[in-house]
């Protein structure tokens, strides 16, 4: 804010209108309204805050939650130094064991404490990605065969309709029973709690992707169908040559609204399954009713929003170095 | 000369929700070998409708399409089309687009090196060798038209279908286009059938003009034969008194024996009629979307 305001006065002093005004206002739209939006959030922020008084005392304001911001932090560095300790210990003591009995066979356990705000962070972007990809998987092959068949359409639509608006909630308890009953291997490759996320997170993101690519297919220009006929190419010649190319920007629109749901839908899932990420850490801090968690919460609803924004960004980047449609924002 | 392409006595009819509409009415046209027919009318006359059946993209109510002896049923690279707003994939480049054509038409029978020459030669007869790295959206309207052209000639159709091929462009570009095709026609010996709205463009390229009769039940309303020696010039032929017969002929046809009297303006700019779907009528084209 300060930088703009002095080049721009710096200008102003310059004596070029024309080049002062468009820069002026090219810093006032990108830099200074941004900034001006969130000053006058935070003071809003600030100030309702402490109008509410809570159980567990006043409402966190900014101040609060940049306070446990840096308290989390903390928590993790002590946490990893614990674990780097616990480790040293464990090899100090194998080795001493190994010095006296070369026979013995040392034995390597995991480090077991909690898991901070930081391991919760990763935990969740592990999932809602495995997620999103197994919709992915799903979604686009069942998308264009839809798009490309109106009989498959007419059969397919009513269930699409039906299902897209089940809320995760409701998922969830089948979803959890499910995998209870068929997961049961003696030595499983993932925990069941992922398992249980990550099958929600699929089931509520797979709509906006699959109707997105049946649209995107089913609207291809009718010249391009002709020139492919006028070809004769041959049915998956066509597919991969005509039909998925041109889909491409229809297909990444839902892809994005898609990967929006999933985040939305695994906060949820953590929060009401116990599976562990940040829907859990909030759960856990609300349980913990501290004087800190209503700040910590709050710290975790800004971290989800920013990790959210993220991940759409990264979408759009995505489709910006793949898709031929460079008009996409 | 021989007859290459037997358009015989096709009836088109198109359902519709108030039963079927018909488009055709016993179209009957003997092509030869070499030769270059126009195909002129108003808008909704059933022009692209004949095209789109001898493309194979339509298949006839009565009727059927006889192309060398053996009858049309499906689209193919033998029957080339030339659309009106060019249809290149927009996500390959010039090349691309012809090496897509080129692979699936000679795959089996030309070596890479072969291909490639092909391409390059195709796309150099239409003068795009310049510019045939870059992707449609970066070359011009007349531009990308020529490298459809040269997709097309690169399938080395028996016969190539130009629906409206210049109409989206302007007046001067349009000009050059001709020039370029006529120029490629005489080389090649290519038998072509083309769709426009330009009795100028009919009459300077063709050695026949089809007219065409206002739709419904459209048919082929008066036959005219162009003879004029090429290559021809359209400045030299501009003061030429048979050019300008010809020329007389066919918009009396147009204007005075089949003008529609419910829509007298029809003798405004080309380009707009131009942006009326040229097929059985607006009201057909949507209902047939309604229903893909």
Known sequence: ?329 | MSVLLDISHIDMEFPTPKGPFTALRDVDLKISQGEFVSLIGHSGCGKSTVLNVVAGLYQATRGGVILSGKEVTEPGPERAVVFQNHSLLPWLTAYENVELAVKQVFGKNKSKAEMREWIEHNLDLVHMSHAMHKRPDEISGGMKQRVGIARALAMQPQVLLMDEPFGALDALTRAHMQDSLMEIQAELNNTVIMITHDVDEAVLLSDRIVMMTNGPAATIGEILEVDLERPRHRLELADDPRYNQYRAKVLKFLHERHSKPDVPTKKSTPAKSDAVPAHAGADIKETVDNAA
């Open chain 1, 1 to 329: 804010m300060n930088t703009t305001t002095v080049i721009a006065t710096k200008f102003s002093s310059l004596k070029l209108p024309h080049l002062d005004a468009t820069l002026f206002s090219n810093a006032m739209r990108l830099v200074a309204l941004p900034v001006a939006g969130i000053l006058a959030f935070l003071l809003l922020w600030s100030v309702t805050a402490q109008n509410i008084d809570t159980s567990l005392g006043k409402f966190p304001g900014p101040a609060a939650v940049m306070e446990q911001f840096n308290a989390l932090y903390d928590e993790h560095q002590r946490s990893r130094e614990k674990e780097r300790a616990f480790y040293e210990r464990q090899e100090k003591r194998n080795a001493e064991r190994v010095a006296k009995d070369p026979n013995y066979q040392p034995k390597i356990r995991a480090y077991t404490g909690k898991e901070t705000f930081l391991d919760q962070i990763i935990t969740s972007l592990i999932t809602v990605m495995s997620g999103f990809l197994l919709a992915v998987a799903i979604a686009i092959p069942l998308g264009i065969a839809i798009g490309l068949s109106q009989a498959l359409n007419n059969a397919i639509n009513p269930i699409i309709q039906i299902f897209k608006p089940v809320s995760p909630l409701a998922w969830l308890p089948l979803v959890t029973m499910v995998v209870s009953a068929l997961y049961t291997s003696p030595d499983p490759l993932v925990a069941k709690s992922f398992l249980n996320s990550l099958i929600t997170v699929t089931l509520c993101c797979l709509w906006p992707m699959v109707i997105n690519t049946a649209v995107g297919v089913a609207g291809i220009d009718k010249d391009l169908v002709n020139v492919s006929k006028v070809l004769r190419l041959p049915a998956l010649r066509h597919v991969q040559k005509i039909v998925l190319p041109a889909s491409v920007p229809m297909i990444f629109t839902g892809m994005r609204l898609s990967l929006g749901v999933a985040w939305m839908v695994l906060i949820a899932a953590e929060m009401l399954a116990q599976n562990p990420g940040l829907g859990k850490f909030v759960w856990d801090e609300f349980q913990n009713g501290s004087s800190d968690s209503l700040a910590r919460i709050m710290a975790a609803v800004l971290v989800i929003g920013l990790i959210g924004f993220l991940l759409d960004r990264g979408m759009l980047a995505l489709q910006k170095l793949v898709s031929w449609d460079k008009a996409a924002n």
